[in-house]
């Protein structure tokens, strides 16, 4: 696992599926969140990483981990507005919260781009503080994707290298 | 396979993808025609019904054999429209003809309603003069799907049955 | 599928499983044959070789086609006794007939050496008369499987290219 | 994960194969373990339990996880005799260490009977201080199996409720 520790930026949603209010990071500090950022015409993310997000949805308690999608519109927008986004989310049966990417034109939606994503899907694992800890292009094994999570999980909420360091400013994590 | 010797009823398509010209099943006679029936956004026809018919179409020369999808809405139709099928076929790869059923409001579509389908995906086999030979909600296993076209492809371009019997009025198969 | 039509040689076996008397090639003249050439030890016998054989005594009546295995050892020799055979054949619910292959010494068994097999799994098609028509290492996929074998049962009973040919010394097929 | 604090009971192996010197669980404190108890002509032992157990032996480092299989025959002993399964790991490639469970006539094996095993494959996990933590006949989803490999990694090395109880008298784990 990257041992970076750059704070995840925050999420630029137009609309949000399958949740009453808007979600942001900033509420979600304390659990762990992986984020399946995806597109509804795309092969890879239906066969692999939609099935895996629920997977892991309905593996972990959602008050330990929080499994979002993120629509991120890069090609054929036309196909996929938020109209047939909610069709496709109703008849593959996803309840996690989804929300879609703010478009920027016809280039990489808003946070596709501020995550510096390659593709979709893209899978993305944010620890309890709000760093970005995992970006992979596709996704991982579930093997060690389980183990990723759990090693998230079990870190205290403050940061583990800042214990005693005078050079952390934030010891509660990303702003 | 069902022995019945109902003629495949025409197909009322709006649009076609995938081929210069539209296509006729009085044009495909002498050839096995298989039919998918599908729905972009139904996961049984992207997992299961559209790969078969990819690797029929990859498989047999198509002077032999001629796959045929055909979009048949019932549900979701602003999420289906054509600029999304087309987003689509091209994510999927498909590159088989693909004829859009014609719409009947929210009902079921025209084709659909003619062939009495209960869902999506259908599979059909017409036989080389143009009767409909099977019909099946979901598909066959390929093995079972691999013996049947072949048994009709085996078969000579006059119907099996009518040699000598005064009551087929019509040798050459279905008008 | 290869258009040879060469005699498929004689199975030369040591001991059936699943069947009470021995079966000879002669005795299934006139049905289509598949033939299942494996080792017990053999990961892709196991994982691909076998279940499609089951797939095929299952799905064809027995009339029409024959399923054979044929255990041919050609290296631990000692790990693949019959003892261990009919251990596997009962773990892994293989109810067709099995003859094992006669040994010489340690290198290949006589029938494998006889069809010039490279290796397990090998899977044959034998058509009506007795004639060789298919024989590849590794299996085919179901698809053409299915195809290939319905392609021979829909050949006449006499082959196809002897009517009328007086070249054909054994208009019934191979001795 | 059952929450139980029962020692795991040592291993009672007639011989080992792929290691050079027998393993015992006291020698393994302080790592994580994971025993696969599987027969080789089980089916669901091949297909699904051998094959997670080596992406576990993968995917982590052997200094915190040790794969053990334990071959734990209750049937057919006569084709399942160490010869035959020296054959059988060289075949699938098994390079983890593997225990022959010490038979017991022809009931159950000894090390099967001491963790009162139902079948196989049976999958364990054992923490660092050799108290087994789970059992499970069959396997574990390989999101839930890192996830509970990757807790016990967590856990320091003594045990995390023996902290400062007067009662436990082994702080070092199991004897």
């Given at each position: 696992m990257s041992h970076g520790r750059e704070c995840a930026p925050p999420w630029r949603v137009a609309e949000w599926f399958n949740t009453p209010e808007p979600l942001t990071l900033a509420q979600l500090r304390g659990r762990v969140v992986m984020v399946c950022a995806f597109q509804m015409l795309c092969p890879g993310c239906v066969s692999e990483g939609l099935p895996q997000a629920q997977r892991v949805a309905h593996l972990f308690r959602r008050e330990d981990v929080e499994v979002v999608g993120l629509h991120?519109?890069?090609?054929?927008h036309d196909a996929m507005r938020p109209v047939a986004l909610r069709a496709f989310l109703h008849e593959y049966r996803i309840t996690f919260p989804v929300g879609v990417d703010e478009a920027d034109?016809?280039?990489?939606p808003r946070t596709m781009r501020a995550y510096r994503m390659e593709g979709t899907p893209t899978t993305l694992l944010i620890d309890r503080q709000g760093y970005l800890r995992r970006q992979v292009l596709g996704h991982l094994p579930d093997l060690r994707l389980g183990a990723e999570i759990m090693a998230l999980m079990s870190e205290a909420a403050a940061p583990p290298d800042a214990a005693g360091s005078p050079d952390i400013r934030m010891p509660g994590g990303c702003a």
């Open positions: 991120t519109v890069f090609e054929h034109g016809v280039g990489l």
